[in-house]
């Protein structure tokens, strides 16, 4: 019944590919599509293959059971995550964010079968590029998809809850031409929203803002190791002056106020999480100082 996948072995970059090695693939994978492929991730509870699924480039998202757990629990929770992430995944795309084609269920084996996207770039990649650090228009446009991503996403009635530059990939655009890096971008590229394992349906302005707080806090991360510096919180007065060599929409204040500048252009429901938007920030700083 299943179309057997090509052989293939493939590391990508990304969180986990430093600790990356040879997994042995579980058998019950094994059995549908995939015959041999590297563990791109180790996360505890989940793993993340790369392979090919019906020729296609795939992403294989395998989600663990604890082992704790009792395993009737277990294997009923896990199967409703899986459920619930592939149900976000998909309503996220029926509201036009950018987001992996779903291939694939296989409750069985607890497993996403996603489209992978581009070469797998993250944000967090480009950010981090210092020899040549990304040119500043490029940045500019990918804070300006991030912010339309995730207000298309607020606006249908979603958010993420998981906000990070890992999980914001770059693709290719429709023109083509050589795949993007770290340092030279595609001819047209667009960001595209991963791993909505933790997405929730709500309209709430606090959550809303509260999902702005965490890409807040990833953008700041996600430069201060590129710049050596970041004010650690963003949007601080005390952040240090962007690098000499770098653009200036590498400075983490600027980097999270073209999400936000975006953000108001395309949310209908911009006015109301944005006013909680500067409690949670308040909130999250005070917390940070206290300890
Ligand atoms: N559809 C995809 N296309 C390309 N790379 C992907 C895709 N999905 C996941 N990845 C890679 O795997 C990493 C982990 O996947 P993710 O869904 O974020 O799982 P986790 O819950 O472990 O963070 C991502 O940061 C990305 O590098
Ligand atoms: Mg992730």
Not at 28 to 38: E, F, T, V
Not at 159 to 164: C, M
Not at 173 to 186: D, E, I, N, Q, T
Not at 262 to 275: F, Q, V
């Amino acid at each position: 019944m299943w179309p057997r996948a090509r052989r293939r072995c493939v590391l990508v970059g990304g969180r986990g590919s430093a600790s990356a090695a040879a997994a042995p693939i579980p058998s019950n994978l094994a059995s549908h599509s995939l015959s041999s492929c590297l563990s791109l991730f180790r996360p505890t509870f989940q793993r993340v293959y790369e392979g090919t699924f019906l020729g296609r480039p795939a992403i294989f998202k395998q989600r663990f059971p604890k082992r704790y757990r009792h395993p009737a629990l277990n294997a009923r929770l896990t199967s409703a995550r899986v459920k619930a992430e592939a149900r976000a995944l998909a309503r996220a795309r029926r509201l036009g964010v950018p987001a992996p084609a779903l291939l694939f269920v296989d409750v069985r084996s607890s497993t996403l079968y996603l489209e992978k996207v581009g070469s797998g770039l993250t944000l967090k990649d480009v950010l981090r590029a210092a020899d040549p650090p990304a040119p500043p228009a490029r940045v500019d446009a990918l804070m300006e998809g991030v912010g339309r991503a995730v207000a298309a996403l607020h606006d249908g009635g979603m958010v993420h809850g998981d906000l990070t530059t890992s999980n914001l990939l770059i693709r290719e655009g429709p023109a083509g031409g050589s795949p993007p890096s770290a340092s030279s971008p595609a001819s047209e590229e667009e960001v595209v929203v991963i791993d909505f394992g933790l997405a929730t349906n709500t309209v709430a302005p606090e959550d809303r803002a509260v999902d702005l707080f965490v890409l807040e806090r990833a953008l700041t991360a996600a430069h201060s190791t590129a710049a050596g510096g970041g004010s650690g919180q963003g949007g601080g007065g005390s952040s240090p002056p962007p690098p000499k060599h770098g653009p200036a929409a590498h400075c983490p204040d600027a980097l999270f106020a073209s999400v936000l500048a975006s953000y108001r252009r395309h949310c209908a429901g911009w006015r109301p999480t944005l006013s909680k938007f500067a409690e949670v920030r308040l909130r999250g700083r005070k917390r940070s100082m206290v300890g």
